[in-house]
């Protein structure tokens, strides 16, 4: 598209192992211009690992610049943007089977301030990622970060995510257990919402003026009992103000599924095979996180700060 776009892309790949050494890198920069913008993007990821009998250690650089700019004012468009990270990490076992990694990883963070990219935020983070047990009948895994985030107008946050997953098989692959633990760091939008009048019946809501004071208040709205009554509708108003949240989800399954009887020539055995029996157990909380506190306990009712809830 000569007359409205040209550009030019260059991608670079490495993969060499050299005795004990592995380098990955996998890099690739654009450079376009059409009728409506100029840009420059810039990827690359690399890493380099030294393995060892029963472990290994490596490091991770992973850059990403990416700057366009409107022709005909040669501002920046907000789809620019521009970062920089490195970890280094520490692994035992076998990484295909039973291991355990640890690492550190730094990030810096650009984003549009007077139509330049300028640093916003710096974060840093220590995870762990390992599957415990493997094996017929076991499988136990457990990643985790904990992350701080330091903006650049002096503010702290802190973070942490983790997942614990669990599966059992018991009694020669009758009995299954399944579990699962996950905390979330997060945000969720406040819902500011108001009320507007329709016509009689097109509504879901009806106002009651519980204090007489002929003044509509948020509480006096009730979803109404008969459809003549529905003179309202609850509108969602646009925000872009962000609650912090912590998150805790506990899962857990329970299948019996002894189908495998069912060549027995135990009577009893070949009677129960005609069933199968599931147990679900679920709970999924959303609290208000105040300063950087956290609640890891799912089970644990704060009314006041709870934001969601799913219990099945």
Avoid: C
């Amino acid at each position: 598209f000569s007359e409205n776009f040209n550009g030019n892309r260059h991608v670079a790949t490495i993969n060499l192992l050299l005795n004990k050494f592995n380098i990955i890198s996998n890099s690739s920069f654009l450079n376009a211009q059409s009728d409506m913008n100029t840009s420059t993007f810039l990827r690359s990821y690399n890493k380099i690992t030294y393995g060892m009998k029963k472990s290994w250690i490596g490091t991770r650089l992973a850059v990403e610049n990416n700057e366009q700019k409107d022709v005909l004012t040669s501002i920046l468009t907000p789809l620019s943007q521009k970062f920089k990270s490195y970890d280094v990490f520490f692994g035992v076992g076998d990484s295909t089977q039973v291991f355990a990694e640890i690492g550190y990883k730094n990030r810096v963070n650009d984003s549009i301030r007077n139509n330049e990219l300028q640093k916003v935020n710096t974060s840093n983070t220590f995870y762990l990622d390992s599957k415990l047990i493997q094996n017929k009948n076991t499988n136990l895994s457990l990643y985790a970060n904990y992350r701080t985030l330091k903006n650049e107008d002096d503010t702290n946050e802190q973070s942490i995510n983790s997942r614990l997953q669990f599966n059992q098989k018991l009694f020669k692959q009758i009995v299954l257990w399944n579990t699962v633990f996950e905390t979330n760091s997060g945000t969720l939008p406040q819902q500011d919402f108001t009320y507007v009048e329709v016509e009689p019946g097109q509504g879901t809501y009806t106002w009651i003026d519980y204090n007489n004071n002929n003044i509509q208040e948020l509480e006096e709205f009730e979803l109404a009992q008969f459809q003549d009554q529905g003179k309202y509708i609850r509108v969602l108003l646009p925000n872009r103000v962000y609650i912090k949240t912590h998150q805790n989800r506990l899962s857990q399954t329970l299948t019996i599924n002894p189908s495998q009887w069912s060549v027995s020539e135990n009577k009893s055995r070949k009677f129960w095979s005609h069933f199968y029996n599931q147990t679900s157990y679920l709970i999924d909380r959303k609290i208000k996180r105040e300063g950087n506190s956290f609640n890891l306990n799912p089970f644990e009712n704060d009314v006041d700060n709870q934001l969601g809830l799913q219990l099945n």
